[in-house]
């Protein structure tokens, strides 16, 4: 599914709470993100968002991510990362997010 015309962002719901993300993750694609996924996250279960085709994501992109935790935290599930590209991975680390968000790797 693609969040919005002419934006970099694909969101693919692979089934059994697997979501993968394809693209950029930034200020023009983080509204539509959060809408797709935060129904999977509203429901109280384990969510995992596949980054491993995720070429991109900014201050916006990771504020989106930290509001998906939260949502998934207070309906009692959980929001984890899944085998982010070096360049997100190192964003995670200069943040501190990477103490937030469990982090699992398919490698």
């Known amino acids: ?6 934006t970099q962002l694909d ?18 694609t983080c509204v539509k993100l ?11 279960r384990r969510v995992v968002l596949d980054l491993a085709e995720l070429t991109f994501c900014d201050s916006t992109g990771l504020a989106g991510l930290v509001r998906l ?4 935290q207070a ?10 590209v070096p360049r997100v991975q190192t964003l995670l680390g200069l943040t501190g997010l990477d103490r937030l968000f469990p982090i699992e790797s398919t490698v």
Do not use: C, F, N, S
Request: hydrophobic share 40%; glycine share 18%; no cysteine.
């Open 75 to 84: 309906a009692g599930g959980e929001l984890v990362l899944r085998d982010p």
């Open 34 to 44: 959060e809408q797709v996924v935060g129904v999977a996250v509203d429901e109280g």
């Open 11 to 28: 969101v693919d719901p692979a089934g059994g709470g697997l979501i993968r993300l394809h693209g950029e993750l930034d200020i023009r």
């Open 1 to 6: 599914m693609t969040v919005e015309p002419g």
């Open 69 to 72: 935790h939260k949502r998934a």
